[in-house]
C-alpha cells in the first residue's frame, strides 16, 4: 500500500488508504478485552467475567489520559507540520511522549490503592447484597490490581495509535497493534485454558499485549530518523503542553465520561438485575468495542489530514473531506445496525456460555441497544474533526453532551418507566439527543473554517 500524502486531495480511494490501518488498530485494541471476555465467560465462571468487567470501567478512565495526549498531541504536531515546521513540530512529539510516560506511573499508583474501595462498594449495592458473589469481587480486585500496573504502557499505547497517522505510517500501526492483539489472545490461552489461572492470567495477558503496542512504536520513533516525526531531545514547555492537554480534553472527557457512565449502568444493573446484569452490559460493551472501532478509527484516521490542511487553510478540502465523511458513516450505520440485529443471537451465546438466562436476557439487551449504531458515528467523528481543527472547546462539549450529560440522565430516568429496558435504551436515546447538538456546532461553525 503505497504513503498516505497529508498534502494530498483526498478522494474516496485516498480516505480509505488513510483510515483502514487506524481502523485497524481500533479493532485489534479492542481485541484485549474481547479476547479476556470469551475466555473467562467460557473457561472462568459468570463470577470472573462479572467481576472483571465491574472493575474495567474505573481503569478506562486512568487510561483516558493516553487520548488526551495522543489526540490533543496529534493536532498539535499535524498543525505544526502543516506550518512547515518539523524540527518544532518533532520537540513537541518529544514532549507529549515523555510528559504521557511520567503521567502514567502517577496514575498507576493512584489506580492501585483505588482499585479495593471501589469494588467493595458494589458489593454493598447489589439487588440483594447477601447473595453478593464473592468470586465476582475479588476478581474485580485480582484484574484491577494487575491492569493497574501496566497503566503507563496502556497510556502510551492508547497514544501511539494517533501518531501513526500523523507519521504516514498507519500501515505499520495497524501491524503492530495487531501483534499486541494476537499476544494477548494467545497468553489468554496459555494462561486461562493450559495453566487455568482465569482473571489473573487474562490481566497479565492485557499488560503483555500493552506492553508491545506501547514499547515498539517507542523504539520505532527514537531510532527511525527518516520517520516525518521522531523522537528526540526536547525540553519542557508548558504552554504547548497545556494547549495539547486542552485540545485533547474532548477525548479525555469522552473516555472518562463513558467510563463513568459504564460505572453508573453496574450500579443500575446491581439494583434492578443483579450479576447477571452487569454480565449482560458486559456483553453490549464487547459488541459495541467491536463496532464502534469502525468510527473511532475513521475519526484517527482522518485527523491528521484534517489538522494539516486546517494548518494549510485549505478550506476546500476541509469541505471535501466532511462529505466524503458523513456519506461513509450514514452507509457504515446502516450496516452495523443490521449485523447487530441479525447475529444478535450468535452474539449472546459466544459470551453466556450454558446459562441459558443470561443468554435470554443478553439477546435482548443487544436488539435495544444496537439501534446506537445508527447515529453514534456521527458526534464521535464530529469530535475529532473539531480537535483536529484546534476547536478543543466545541469538540469537548459535544463528546461531553454524547457521553455524560443525556446517557447520565437517561440511565436513571427510563427504568422508572420500563425497568430493566429503560437501562438498555439508555444509549439510544442520548445518541439521538448528542446528534442533534452536533448539528448545531457543525451549522454555527461552517463560517468560521470554511468548510
Request: charge should be positive; proline fraction near 2%; glycine fraction near 10%.
Amino acid at each position: 500500500m503505497s504513503q498516505v500524502r497529508l498534502e494530498d486531495h483526498f478522494t474516496a480511494g485516498e480516505i480509505f488508504r488513510a483510515v483502514i490501518g487506524p481502523i485497524g488498530m481500533v479493532l485489534f485494541s479492542s481485541f484485549y478485552t474481547i479476547a479476556d471476555g470469551i475466555f473467562l465467560s467460557q473457561k472462568g465462571g459468570q463470577g470472573a467475567f462479572s467481576g472483571a468487567n465491574l472493575i474495567f470501567p474505573l481503569l478506562m478512565i486512568f487510561g483516558s489520559f493516553g487520548f488526551m495526549f495522543g489526540s490533543g498531541g496529534n493536532a498539535l504536531v499535524s498543525k505544526t507540520l502543516g506550518e512547515k515546521d518539523p524540527k518544532k513540530a518533532n520537540r513537541y512529539f518529544s514532549l507529549v511522549v515523555y510528559s504521557a510516560f511520567v503521567f502514567g506511573i502517577l496514575l498507576a499508583i493512584i489506580s492501585y490503592f483505588v482499585v479495593e474501595p471501589v469494588a467493595n462498594f458494589f458489593a454493598s449495592i447489589e439487588k440483594d447484597a447477601a447473595s453478593s458473589s464473592d468470586a465476582m469481587i475479588q476478581s474485580a480486585i485480582t484484574y484491577g490490581h494487575i491492569l493497574s500496573l501496566g497503566l503507563p504502557l496502556f497510556l502510551l499505547q492508547n497514544m501511539f495509535t494517533s501518531f501513526f497517522s500523523t507519521a504516514q505510517k498507519p500501515g505499520l500501526g495497524f501491524f503492530v497493534t495487531f501483534l499486541a492483539g494476537i499476544t494477548n489472545i494467545i497468553f489468554d490461552a496459555i494462561f486461562i485454558l493450559g495453566c487455568n489461572r482465569s482473571v489473573t492470567g487474562a490481566a497479565i495477558a492485557s499488560v503483555m499485549g500493552q506492553a508491545l503496542g506501547a514499547l515498539i512504536p517507542l523504539f520505532y520513533f527514537f531510532f527511525s530518523k527518516k520517520s516525518l516525526i521522531h523522537l528526540g531531545t526536547t525540553k519542557f514547555e508548558g504552554k504547548p503542553l497545556l494547549k495539547v492537554m486542552s485540545n485533547g480534553s474532548s477525548e479525555f472527557v469522552s473516555n472518562t465520561a463513558s467510563a463513568i457512565v459504564g460505572l453508573t449502568y453496574n450500579i443500575q444493573l446491581l439494583r434492578y438485575i443483579g450479576e447477571d446484569g452487569v454480565a449482560s452490559y458486559a456483553i453490549l460493551q464487547y459488541i459495541g468495542y467491536l463496532f464502534m472501532a469502525i468510527y473511532l478509527g475513521y475519526s484517527l484516521g482522518l485527523s491528521p489530514v484534517v489538522g494539516y490542511h486546517y494548518g494549510a487553510k485549505n478550506h476546500k478540502e476541509l469541505h471535501n473531506l466532511l462529505c466524503r465523511s458523513l456519506i461513509f458513516l450514514a452507509m457504515a450505520g446502516l450496516l452495523m445496525f443490521g449485523l447487530s440485529e441479525a447475529l444478535a443471537t450468535v452474539l449472546a451465546s459466544l459470551f453466556s456460555g450454558s446459562n441459558e438466562s443470561l443468554k435470554a436476557l443478553s439477546e435482548r439487551a443487544i436488539r435495544i441497544y444496537c439501534t446506537i449504531f445508527l447515529t453514534s458515528g456521527f458526534s464521535i467523528f464530529a469530535s475529532g474533526y473539531f480537535t483536529a481543527l484546534s476547536n478543543g472547546l466545541v469538540s469537548a462539549i459535544i463528546s461531553f453532551v454524547r457521553t455524560f450529560v443525556f446517557e447520565l440522565v437517561f440511565v436513571f430516568t427510563l427504568p422508572l418507566l420500563w425497568g430493566a429496558d429503560g437501562i438498555w435504551a439508555a444509549a439510544p436515546f442520548a445518541e439521538i439527543g448528542s446528534s442533534a447538538v452536533t448539528l448545531f456546532f457543525f451549522l454555527r461553525e461552517r463560517k468560521k473554517y470554511g468548510y
